[in-house]
């Protein structure tokens, strides 16, 4: 069925009278604007144009008058989007994948919008706090890059030759059972014990960055260690090698 014809005020053609051409307007009979979609964008786009300002404290005064409103149609709106997980995971992978996308063809645009950002709420305290967290949790999921990462740069800077990866200290901890070292505590998220990747011979002692140098211990004991030698710190449970 072919639909009605409507004209358009501003430029004079005649559209189908649907969605696709013209605006909703249900104040009127039809339910559709006097202009056409095209007509109206060439109007606002002039308007803002025209002094920036002003439209941009219009656009402002807007949003804090419906923010309210707003604010409690987006929850209803996502209550009943998250009945359903499998549509939920399908718009998350269509949104990185259309975040990838800009990253890789206009990454300039993409880092253009972040600083501006970062920069708009830089003094925003629960943008800082969010920040801290994510931060945080990109850390815990992430340490044994970090640590690998850090010790190859305090090696580099003392010409200490070796290295070694995530995947090294994955095998450390199955090695010792995911205790320390030196103490035998249980370390890690489940054991609530935070743990660090320390070098039995130290680095400023004439240790080596290879991981046969390398054990897991608990932050107190890789704190009191220091810089000294196993035999140093715990005479009792270590012997000098030629001993």
Same mark, same amino acid.
């Given at each position: 069925m072919t639909p009605d014809l409507k004209r358009c005020t501003k430029c004079g053609e005649e559209k189908p009278a649907t969605l696709e051409f013209f605006y909703a307007y249900p104040k009127v009979k039809r339910g559709l604007t006097s202009r056409c979609r095209a007509c109206a964008a060439a109007v606002q786009? $002039? #308007? &803002? @144009? $025209?002094?920036? $300002?002003?439209? *941009?404290?219009?656009? *402002?005064?807007? #949003?804090?008058?419906? #923010? @309210? *409103?707003?604010? $409690?149609e987006l929850r209803a709106q996502n209550r009943k989007r998250m009945a359903d997980p499998e549509k939920v995971q399908a718009e998350r992978e269509r949104a990185k994948a259309k975040a990838q996308r800009e990253r890789e063809t206009t990454p300039e645009v993409v880092n253009a919008r972040q600083r501006a950002y970062r920069e708009r709420h830089k003094d925003d305290p629960e943008y800082r706090e969010r920040l801290r967290v994510r931060d945080r949790a990109r850390y815990i999921r992430q340490k044994p890059r970090y640590l690998s990462y850090s010790a190859k740069q305090r090696a580099f800077r003392a010409s200490v030759p070796g290295g070694w990866t995530? @995947?090294? &200290?994955?095998q450390m901890f199955v090695r010792q059972n995911g205790c320390c070292h030196y103490c035998g505590a249980k370390v890690g998220r489940t054991a609530g014990l935070a743990w660090h990747v320390d070098h039995v011979i130290p680095i400023s002692r004439g240790g080596s960055n290879f991981p046969e140098n390398l054990v897991i211990a608990c932050e107190p004991c890789n704190r009191a260690k220091y810089n000294k030698m196993p035999w140093e710190w715990l005479p009792d449970q270590f012997s000098p090698p030629n001993s």
């Open positions: 786009k $002039a #308007y &803002v @144009e $025209a002094d920036p $300002a002003r439209s *941009q404290k219009i656009a *402002q005064d807007c #949003y804090l008058r419906n #923010y @309210e *409103q707003r604010k $409690a995530g @995947e090294d &200290v994955r």
